[in-house]
């Protein structure tokens, strides 16, 4: 048993942040924006921790490269989603990260439906726009919890995040279109 979860603590540091998922959004709606800030903060100290336990003791394993990216988008989208409905992202913004990652991952359904190997790396623009996300949620929910003043530097993190959002969701599109026309072009030389 103990083996079991010393060779699985870099997943189950994961399902942790998974679970955080449901009460990070209680805590929005319920205008506790100071407990969701420091959740929020712990579940990127366990991104972190995990991605690191598993590079370092050689415990990655193949559950944990579709479970660690789900727990991430899962807990980033939700908290979106949360703090556009209770009015403290803009609905414009929510919308456009939420669709971006929908498309992204019906892109990648589709493909693999298609190719039968998902092979897809994080562009550059990406993480930039993960960053950017991240910074955003974690300084819309820290200046409601804290009653800080930030107006200003949310407009500027959420133009930049929107622009990263847009150029990201593109790049994605234009990578999948390459790859789907790839496909054709061998399928036809088989032919």
């Given at each position: 048993?103990?083996?079991?979860?010393?060779?699985?603590?870099?997943?189950?540091?994961?399902?942790?942040?998974?679970?955080?998922?449901?009460?990070?959004?209680?805590?929005?709606?319920?205008?506790?924006?100071?407990?969701?800030?420091?959740?929020?903060?712990?579940?990127?100290?366990?991104?972190?921790?995990?991605?690191?336990?598993?590079?370092?003791?050689?415990?990655?394993?193949?559950?944990?490269?579709y479970l660690d990216p789900l727990a991430d988008k899962a807990l980033l989208v939700?908290?979106?989603?949360?703090?556009?409905?209770?009015?403290?992202?803009?609905?414009?913004?929510?919308?456009?990260?939420?669709?971006?990652?929908?498309?992204?991952?019906?892109?990648?359904?589709?493909?693999?439906?298609?190719?039968?190997s998902l092979t897809m790396r994080p562009l550059m623009v990406s993480k930039v726009?993960?960053?950017?996300?991240?910074?955003?949620?974690?300084?819309?929910?820290?200046?409601?919890?804290?009653?800080?003043?930030?107006?200003?530097?949310?407009?500027?993190?959420?133009?930049?995040?929107?622009?990263?959002?847009?150029?990201?969701?593109?790049?994605?599109?234009?990578?999948?279109?390459?790859?789907?026309?790839?496909?054709?072009?061998?399928?036809?030389?088989?032919?």
């Amino acid at each position: 048993m103990t083996y079991f979860f010393a060779r699985n603590l870099p997943n189950i540091i994961t399902l942790l942040r998974l679970a955080a998922v449901p009460l990070t959004i209680w805590l929005i709606m319920e205008n506790m924006l100071l407990y969701a800030f420091w959740l929020f903060v712990a579940a990127g100290v366990s991104d972190a921790l995990d991605g690191f336990i598993a590079k370092r003791f050689g415990m990655e394993t193949e559950l944990g490269k579709y479970l660690d990216p789900l727990a991430d988008k899962a807990l980033l989208v939700t908290i979106y989603i949360s703090l556009g409905y209770e009015g403290y992202m803009a609905n414009w913004l929510v919308i456009l990260v939420v669709f971006r990652d929908i498309a992204i991952v019906g892109g990648a359904l589709l493909l693999e439906t298609i190719t039968h190997s998902l092979t897809m790396r994080p562009l550059m623009v990406s993480k930039v726009n993960t960053v950017l996300q991240i910074v955003l949620a974690a300084v819309v929910l820290a200046n409601a919890g804290y009653g800080l003043a930030l107006e200003t530097t949310i407009d500027t993190l959420m133009i930049l995040t929107a622009f990263t959002t847009v150029v990201s969701g593109f790049s994605y599109a234009g990578t999948c279109i390459r790859r789907g026309n790839q496909l054709e072009r061998s399928n036809e030389r088989e032919q």
